[in-house]
């Protein structure tokens, strides 16, 4: 429902209809439609699965697993939440919060550079730039663009900021 | 108003109210709310400023230029537009539009390379997720982050895209 009419048009009464319950259970189970929200778009950013012992892997891990869970789920919560998160400041507290205690300092950790926090949030936001062009705005060259084709061009780039002396 | 309360929620009768005129003669000037905003988020992506006959400064033009055109204006027509096309399938049709006809045939062809217009997209990409995470959702590591050290770490990278034989 969320992803369907956006989370400022939801209503627990329509989402309660959808889901064949009464509109009182789902208000005693999850409470407000903030915390329905909370509940119905969390994530666990995988990065025990990203991070490598060698950066060169790590780099390419975050790059083609999030190509790759964008074009598997346009509609998964991460992309619920990037979406709303953009004209709901709820949502958007939600992700910033999520992303800098998840993400950040995990990835950061694993950059030898006095600049690893900055180097780590321009990297990941990067990719939601692409991500979000290709598979939300649908911008033509993105959309139908091999995904082969953005990781070759792409990768590097991240690399140079994920692993900086990778190039030494 | 678009700005304020977004796409969805803004009634032609509020935005009427708020510049004191009558709602009939908002219809007659503009319309539908559809023709309204696409005046009211109206600007020209100003190319003519950006490429220079050397690609390094064309680089250089496009990134500082976009940094600084968000910082000087969060609410600008090219902020509420993108902010706005996440969640209104009108709008992201505008934006999808005019980015493509205004900016990438002009940006690629500055670009010697086989994939030239997939480069100008996702350089195009790269820079709407920063400054969207800067400026919209207001991330803490990019929104604090002095400008000069984003430019430092993001214009070498749009220049890999933009031009691939700078490094040769």
Same mark, same amino acid.
């Given at each position: 429902m969320f992803a369907e009419v956006g989370y400022e048009r939801a209503t627990i009464r329509a989402i309660a209809a959808a889901a064949d319950v009464d509109k009182s259970s789902v208000?005693?189970?999850?409470?407000t439609k903030?915390?329905?929200?909370r509940e119905a778009v969390h994530w666990d950013i995988p990065l025990a699965e990203?991070? $490598?012992?060698?950066?060169? %892997?790590?780099t390419d891990n975050l790059v083609r697993g999030m190509l790759a869970a964008w074009a598997a789920d346009p509609n998964s919560p991460m992309a619920v939440l990037l979406r709303t998160s953009m004209t709901s400041e709820d949502a958007a507290e939600i992700l910033r919060t999520r992303i800098?205690?998840?993400?950040? $300092?995990?990835?950061?950790? %694993?950059i030898e550079a006095p600049d690893a926090r900055l180097r780590a949030a321009l990297a990941g936001a990067m990719l939601m730039g692409i991500v979000s062009q290709r598979h939300i705005l649908k911008m033509p060259?993105?959309?139908?663009?091999?995904i082969e084709d953005i990781l070759r061009l792409i990768t590097p780039l991240v690399s140079t900021l994920l692993d900086p002396h990778s190039g030494e």
């Open positions: 208000i005693q189970h999850f409470g903030q915390e329905l929200f990203i991070i $490598a012992d060698d950066p060169t %892997t790590t800098t205690a998840q993400y950040l $300092a995990t990835m950061a950790a %694993t060259d993105l959309e139908h663009a091999d």
